[in-house]
T-cell receptor
């Protein structure tokens, strides 16, 4: 079974600075997807960014980018120019690429609580 | 566009009482549906998922059950709640096929069992 590990329970960053959240995963599969979700105090889960394992290019969404190291099974999230609204719990998630309903479920890490200091 | 509705938003129930949480998705045909639970200070644990009407898969043995009698509705139930059932319950959907299909979550239900 796949596992996702987020080794940083909490992180803090100064407003306008850059922060990197770590995520590692364990899998025997070669094709899969990785996601970062954000959960603000409202508790709603918001998709931040996604990465397809077969793509070597790192995904980027505005101020959010990832460093995907497939061999190392590492998938870190970089937030540039941090804003107060970025304060939230961030979850890394893994999904198999195979077809069939069971492969569409996500396995989540335990999350990293990000604090943004003004 | 697709929307997902989950209710109630907050629920306080005594131990031993029944439970019924509803989740409805609009704007998509035959989605995969999921129930996750998030305990305090922990990640999300998948409870059930469904790929179609009457097709329910349970990930973790527990005091809960799920049902899907309509294409776009997913219900989480319990006959008798336990204190350990307290938590934040999230419903989610994804498309049935396609490559990068993320999960789209509802706003969640905070359940407190007293």
């Amino acid at each position: 079974a796949q596992t996702v590990t987020q080794s940083q329970p909490e992180m803090s960053v100064q407003e306008a600075e850059t922060v990197t959240l770590s995520c590692t995963y364990d899998t025997s599969e070669s094709d899969y997807y990785l996601f970062w979700y954000k959960q603000p105090p409202s508790r709603q889960m918001i998709l931040v960014i996604r990465q397809e394992a077969y793509k070597q290019q790192n995904a980027t969404e505005n101020r959010f980018s990832v460093n995907f190291q497939k061999a190392a099974k590492s998938f870190s999230l970089k937030i540039s120019d941090s804003q107060l609204g970025d304060a939230a719990m961030y979850f890394c998630a893994y999904r198999s690429a195979g077809s069939g309903g069971s492969n569409y479920k996500l396995t989540f890490g335990k999350g990293t609580l990000l604090t943004v200091n003004p | 566009s697709q929307t997902i509705h989950q209710w109630p938003a907050t629920l306080v129930q005594p131990v031993g009482s029944p439970l019924s949480l509803e989740c409805t998705v609009e704007g998509t045909s035959n989605p995969n549906l999921y129930w996750y639970r998030q305990a305090a200070g922990r990640g999300l644990q998948l409870l059930f998922y469904s790929v179609g009407i009457g097709q329910i898969s349970s990930e973790v043995p527990q005091n809960l059950s799920a049902s899907r009698h309509q294409v776009r509705q997913f219900i989480l139930s319990s006959k008798k709640l336990l204190l350990s059932d307290s938590g934040f319950y999230l419903c989610a959907w994804s498309v049935l096929s396609g490559r990068v299909s993320p999960l789209h979550f509802g706003n969640g239900t905070r359940l407190t069992v007293t």
